[in-house]
């Protein structure tokens, strides 16, 4: 069972998805993140973009802005591979660090919201039970402290989603 399990995250059929609280409003209202995550090489405890041959592992992340605000925007995101921290990395290397994080915090120019966590929740899981062939899938609802910080974070922006509009390119 648990090779048949490892198999499926390798094969990248288990359906993953996130949502995450990121700073400012990403260009585009869908994007893809393609780039290969290894060990970063002076900070042996860390994850980091690293293009050379041989030096990461691809690493792919479908992203979409649920909504927008000044300032932040709510995303969901859709991993297709699972490298550690891929999801902050990623983010990050698009522009946008996720609300909390504290190491990876790249191409980001602005203040940076603080946070005491990196707001990131794992809302979905699913994938074929390798033994009885069937589709299972766990949600798990926006934890308390994420809703929390959505709602104080909306208060202070003082804009409905549908003033803001994406930055133009």
């Known amino acids: 069972t648990h090779a048949k399990l490892a198999k499926l995250f390798h094969d990248r059929e288990v359906k993953k998805q996130y949502f995450a609280i990121v700073q400012g409003n990403p260009v585009r209202d869908r994007d893809v993140v393609d780039e290969p995550i290894g060990t970063h090489p002076r900070v042996r405890e860390q994850m980091a973009i690293r293009r050379g041959p041989g030096e990461g592992k691809p690493a792919l992340t479908l992203y979409e802005v649920v909504e927008r605000f000044r300032g932040f925007a709510v995303v969901q995101c859709k991993p297709k591979s ?8 990623h983010l990050s290397e698009a522009g946008h660090p996720i ?3 504290k190491v990876y915090i790249r191409n980001f120019i602005g203040p940076l919201i603080p946070g005491y966590r990196v707001m990131l929740h794992a809302a979905e899981l699913g994938f074929i039970h390798p033994k009885s062939d069937e589709a299972v899938s766990w949600t798990q609802p926006l934890p308390k402290d994420f809703k929390q910080r959505l709602k104080s974070l909306q208060l202070r922006s003082k804009a409905s989603p549908k003033q803001v509009k994406p930055a133009q390119q």
């Open 82 to 89: 699972g490298r550690t921290h891929q999801i902050r990395i």
């Open 99 to 101: 609300v909390g994080e």
